[in-house]
């Protein structure tokens, strides 16, 4: 099981990214996937997550209305549309597949490495 997490890049505020999550070696359909962020100093913080069947989402407060995950099945890749980017929003983001169980709120056990969002002012 891999995950490649890609899209990062500098971008001014208000400007927007879409960062891509590629599965290899597992059916990203069955399981739940979420976007995290961990920014300088700071804790890891669960950004959005997708379940199995894409017919369930959930987002932290901080980003709610500016962010949009979505999955892309048969490309086996999750997506995270990030609109109207503010410096705040600076963090590596990763992405991980749960355990299996297909539901957001389950642990997650297959991490990807980060990619680098910086949102300059």
């Known amino acids: 099981v891999q995950l490649q997490a890609s899209g990062g890049g500098l971008v001014q505020a208000g400007g927007s990214l879409r960062l891509s999550c590629v599965g290899s070696?597992?059916?990203?359909?069955?399981?739940?996937i979420g976007w995290f962020r961990q920014a300088p100093g700071k804790e890891r913080e669960e950004v959005s997550c997708?379940?199995?069947?894409?017919?369930?989402?959930s987002y932290a407060d901080s980003v709610r209305g500016r962010f949009t995950i979505s999955r892309d099945i048969a490309m086996n890749t999750v997506y995270l549309q990030m609109n109207n980017l503010k410096p705040e929003d600076t963090a590596v983001y990763y992405c991980?597949?749960?355990?299996?169980?297909?539901?957001?709120?389950?642990?997650?056990?297959?991490w990807g490495q980060g990619t680098l969002v910086t949102v300059s002012s």
């Open positions: 070696g597992f059916t990203m359909a069955y399981y739940a």
């Open positions: 997708i379940n199995n069947s894409g017919g369930y989402t």
């Open positions: 991980a597949a749960d355990n299996g169980e297909g539901e957001c709120g389950t642990p997650y056990d297959y």
